[in-house]
């Protein structure tokens, strides 16, 4: 077949493809095209998830008649004009073609109107083929109208999920330009049924609360912080995001926006897991939004198709700037969950607490005071095990006295309810903070043994052993190839002969794991590395411990970074607020 150009609708087709892939991909660049003309409020209608019609109606500037024509046509738009433009977009679409691309792929209506306008005019695009220009009935605003998807492009049309997924994902393209614009009214219609009703907002928190809220529980952590990437280039980052608690397998509950624009970035996301590290279970993300402004020359919104993805200019300072503003918001709050105790025994149809108090000859009831005192009063004794003995230390907390329990459990309180401490979890998130502190001045101090420690391996592990040189050394460990299927221990890290670790099984396990990972991210690989160091060396279910062991457990909850989490995201301690307790002995 000769060389030759191709039809212009064969041409707008190609590029539907890039652009208009789902009705999505539609009500976003309709969305987007209304927030451009200055609308404050946009209305979006779906008939059959959007495989039927698409309807976006707004309040904007609306368009002249005599433009209408270039509206829909390939490559005109009023966004930009010089290359200077092009590198310091400020506007959703610059492109020019997300009309001409729809119409080439479906029925296009658009109608329009101006302010100084008597009428509206219209103008239509069936599958490629455009109208004249003609009068039509229409408030001040933009009206666009998209019926038969695909209709004739069976090929494409088969790739649609059902009309509940395509409406679903239709909601979250809503979601995420909403959360970018508080300021602008949004309202999603699916079948004659509403389903989103966003008003204008000038707290943005509001805007967050009332599309995240449902994945949000308790106090939401507000991250606020502002920097420059150079003298002229200011850099900031506000959002609003979950407690570690509420993170999710998948990465949906995290938006971030770039100037009002939804986006996803792979830094970004990485930059948020990073400050939530330790607080989280690996694999989940944590559940917020996040909105970055900068200047936008500093930003190429020009290298995705569907504009999702963004290339920075410094993408390390934007990176460090995301990652240590949530960190800062997560070190102000109190991370400790609260342990519900759920709803009140009943004793024979209800809760007679209050009435067998004031009946029964000497009963006091509960009284949730005399149990603050006797936790939280100062002291010259702590309980520990149900004995009392004078402690050898200050407890550098506000309770003074505390009670392990079942050997596992360490009860203490707080101004706000009674404190649950898993002492293995919590011994674990304090050494991991020491070894850490301490791997980032100067190696683990390593002992050598007299006679190598020689032990079986797989031939998986002898491989790996190989690839962690250079980290191993770094924890201490002088580990070597001893066969194809042995290794041969010559030195241990000192930190696990004190705490009477046998290093071979710390080292053989790490090697072992399915999640093994010796470069890539290497604050990642270390974490992961220190994580079972400690996790081997805490203090297990069953450990009993002295009170000097206790009181200087205990007061780590207040000096060690993040200690409300063990490594692993896990929680170490829980409360049981004094209004629950309360609530459930009647006194509430």
Known sequence: MPIQLLPQNLVNQIAAGEVVDRPASVVKELVENALDGGATRIEIRLRGGGRDGIEVSDDGSGIAAAELPLAVAAHATSKIGTLNDLISIASFGFRGEALASIGSVSNLTLTSRMVTDQHASAIEVDHGRTSAVRPAASNVGTRVEVKQLFGQVPARRKFLRSEPTEAGRVVEVVESIALGRPQVAFTLWQDDRQTIELAPEQDPIRRVLAILGDAIHGE???????????????????????????????????????????????????????????????????????????????????????????????????????????????????????????????????????????????????????????????????????????????????????????KLWLITSDEEGLVIVDQHALHERVMFE????????????????????????????????DEAQPLLEKLGFDARPAGPRSIALHGEPVFLIERNVDSMDVLCAWLGRDTFQASGDGEAVLADALDMMACKAAVKAGDGLSDREIAELLGQLDSVERATNCPHGRPTAMRIPWREIERRFGRG
Do not use: C
């Open 220 to 406: 939401p952590l507000v991250v606020n912080q502002n920097s420059a990437l150079s003298a002229d280039s200011p850099l900031s980052v506000w959002g609003v995001m979950a407690r570690p608690s509420d993170a999710k397998v998948s990465a949906k509950g995290l938006r971030i926006t770039l100037n009002g624009r939804p986006i996803s970035d792979r830094s970004l996301l990485h930059a948020v897991r990073e400050a939530y590290r330790g607080l989280i279970e690996p694999g989940r993300t944590p559940v917020g939004f996040l909105a970055i402004e900068m200047d936008p020359r500093e930003v190429d919104v020009n290298v995705h198709p569907a504009k999702s993805e963004v290339r920075f200019r410094q993408p390390a300072a934007i990176h460090s700037l995301v990652h240590r503003a949530v960190k800062t918001a997560l070190r102000s709050a109190n991370l400790m969950p609260e342990l519900p105790l759920g709803e009140q025994v009943s004793m024979q149809g209800g809760w007679r607490g209050d009435s067998i108090a004031a009946s029964q000859s000497g009963f006091a009831g509960f009284d949730v005071a005399t149990m603050r005192h006797a936790l939280g009063a100062a002291g010259t004794e702590t309980i520990v095990a149900g004995m009392q003995s004078p402690h050898l230390l200050p407890i550098p907390i506000a309770a003074k006295r505390f009670l392990q329990a079942g």
């Open 434 to 465: 020491r070894l850490r502190a301490q791997i980032l001045s100067a190696p683990l101090a390593s002992q050598s043994l007299l006679v190598p420690r020689i032990e079986p391996a797989s031939a998986q592990q002898v491989e790996r052993l």
